[in-house]
């Protein structure tokens, strides 16, 4: 081979490389998922499911810990205005305060059988959806309110409907094809008390199947296990495919015992939670962790202090 023609392969070889290096350089590290604050984490304590603070409380906590985000509940937006607020003036708020806004827990029966009682769920998803836009807000949970087919919080026969995979992919569709219209991306949440969307890949196959683009799921921690979904199952999800990701750990009981107010602090529990947040970096998730717990324990505490604590163990858990 000619030296000239050797040379210039050479020198060729070595561009690419010295691009490549360079390239590897620019590139900027993957971006890490954002901390929230659910507020159920500090409610006020007055039985089971406890008294929502108010909104505007729950946000200088959540600021103050240290938080970038809070999840409210769509009830505590409604006491805020029955006070006299506005949602303008809230969504300023949230923004002074530096947090935003990724979710908002509603219970819109939008997945029962009663067609009268569903008209009735789109119309409230719509009006739910119309109030997470006003405060910033671009997604709310979807959970199987009054599907759960046994096992809900309430004893009502009203909440026990059993619904199909196909009809809950189809009923799925009718509320994503609302929320498109608003601009609100609904989550269908996993509910591991429930018959109906009470494992990952059921919720997955809603939103895979509804015959509508931009679906997405809820998944949380607690729930995971309570349904009897496999933690490596989420390995099969893509990051575009989870709009929030719930964050909560569990002591050693079993699952047809354990109930929402057994949930602890991340890493206080038996949870698999190295695997679960390894697995969320392997798929690229870079959207929120939320953490939601109900401990009854912690409501009777300094809310600052449960949120310090909460930030902690969670920053922690997820390396």
Request: glycine letters at 12%; charged letters at 25%.
């Amino acid at each position: 081979m000619p030296d000239l023609t050797r040379r210039s392969l050479f020198a060729a070889g070595a561009a690419v490389t010295v691009a490549a290096v360079a390239k590897a350089h620019d590139q900027k590290p993957a971006p890490k998922p954002g901390f929230c604050l659910n507020t159920s984490t500090i409610r006020i304590g007055q039985g089971d499911w406890g008294k929502p603070r108010p909104i505007t409380e729950s946000i200088d906590v959540a600021a103050k810990a240290g938080y970038t985000a809070i999840e409210p509940w769509i009830q505590e937006l409604d006491e805020y205005t029955k006070g006299g607020g506005t949602l303008k003036d809230l969504k300023k708020r949230f923004a002074d305060a530096g947090l935003a806004v990724p979710d908002a827990i509603g219970f819109a029966e939008w997945l029962v059988n009663d067609d009268d009682r569903r008209k009735k769920g789109l119309e409230t998803a719509k009006r739910d959806m119309d109030k997470v836009l006003q405060v910033g807000g671009t997604r709310i949970a979807a959970p199987p309110v009054g599907a759960t087919g046994g096992g809900s919080r309430r004893d009502d026969p009203k909440f026990t409907d059993t619904v199909p995979p196909a009809v809950a992919a189809e009923r799925y569709g009718v509320l994503l094809e609302l929320g498109k219209s608003m601009g609100v991306t609904p989550l269908v949440e996993v509910w591991g008390h429930s018959k109906s969307l009470g494992k990952l890949g059921e919720t997955l196959l809603a939103a895979m199947d509804c015959g509508k683009d931009g679906g997405a799921v809820l998944p949380d921690v607690y729930h995971l296990y309570k349904g009897g979904s496999e933690f490596g199952g989420l390995k099969l999800v893509s990051a575009a495919a989870i709009g929030i990701f719930h964050v909560n750990d569990y002591p050693k009981i079993e699952r047809g015992k354990i109930v929402d107010q057994d949930r602890v602090y991340p890493g206080d529990g038996v949870a698999p939670l190295k695997e679960v947040f390894a697995t969320l970096r392997a798929i690229g998730y870079a959207g929120y962790l939320s953490l939601e717990l109900f401990n009854r324990e912690y409501w009777k505490q300094d809310p600052l202090d449960v949120a310090k604590t909460g930030l902690a163990k969670l920053q922690a858990a997820a390396g």
